[in-house]
């Protein structure tokens, strides 16, 4: 299923994709898209029943109709730092011994078509296109990558926008640079994991100005999606409504010749997992 929140900000309802791109009213069902949703097997499959039978579900119109991040009251968003092949060796940093670890808080998080903006100050923000990793099941001690993939609920397109000069420059650790107002944009939608057979086999593609700066693969991930789960769960315990994001490919402005061409106001990034959905937006000063 495609599942995601549309409305005003703050105030999003939740809704469905059907199979015929047909936008489809949940609120008579569920009252969010949410974890405690997620862990909710037999409302799932309720969900699951109305979109599968014609007429249940009413009809939304579209038109000028905001699309909001696709999960309401997230817990926490745990990022995986230089977790591609490629990016690590365009950015010169040896391939990590284990998964490296960095928060963003969940009020970084806003709809996959919201203004992002460039903070105070910033000479150095970049873009990163991810594939975010939405947790179904609480996860503690996991024994393998195989159990890792059984709590994943789905998956979504994120938008790892980093600041540079904030993250590797200003001291202390990396959540300077990712912590900034509006700096994860999320979905469109969350397409829940039967959809996604093989979340190691997904194409990801990012656009600055029309111009294609990452098109890589979650092949090309050094830790995957289940042990990246595993492995988190032995230093924390993953609920229900956590999200993953887990690394970006090559491509980002950090990693090319000077002068580097980092994000600035009136710029317009788009990106896409595919199969997950594309986003859009525009950049304005803070």
């Not at 402005?253 to 106001?265: H, N, V």
Request: glycine content about 12%.
């Amino acid at each position: 299923m495609k599942l995601l929140r549309v409305g005003t900000a703050g105030a999003e309802r939740p809704a469905l994709l059907d199979r015929d791109g047909t936008l489809r009213d949940l609120s008579g069902i569920v009252a969010d898209i949410d974890g405690e949703l997620l862990a909710d097997a037999s409302t799932l499959a309720r969900v699951r029943a109305a979109a599968e039978t014609p007429g249940v579900l009413p009809a939304l119109d579209a038109t000028g109709l905001r699309i909001g991040p696709p999960l309401g009251r997230i817990g926490k968003i745990v990022c995986i730092g230089l977790n591609y092949h490629d990016h690590a060796a365009e950015t010169g940093a040896a391939i990590p011994e284990e998964p490296i670890l960095f928060f963003k808080a969940p009020d970084t998080v806003v709809g996959p078509d919201d203004t992002v903006l460039v903070p105070r100050g910033s000479r150095k923000t970049d873009w990163e296109v991810e594939l975010a990793v939405v947790i179904g099941r609480t996860a503690r001690y996991l024994g393998s990558a195989e159990e890792g993939l059984a709590h994943v609920a789905g998956y979504a397109t994120a938008h790892d926008v980093s600041e540079r000069e904030f993250q590797i420059e200003r001291g202390g650790t990396w959540d300077k640079g990712k912590n900034c107002e509006t700096f994860n944009p999320l979905g469109p939608w969350l397409v829940t994991a039967d959809e996604v057979p093989d979340p190691q086999a997904l194409p990801l593609r990012l656009w600055v100005n029309g111009e294609l700066k990452q098109n890589g693969t979650t092949a090309e991930q050094i830790f995957p999606v289940g042990e990246v789960v595993r492995y988190l769960s032995h230093f924390m315990t993953l609920y229900p409504g956590d999200i993953i994001n887990t690394g970006t490919p090559a491509g980002v402005a950090m990693g090319q010749p000077e002068p580097k061409p980092y994000l600035k106001a009136g710029d317009v990034v788009e990106l896409e997992v595919e199969g997950l959905g594309r986003q859009r937006q525009e950049l304005k000063d803070a």
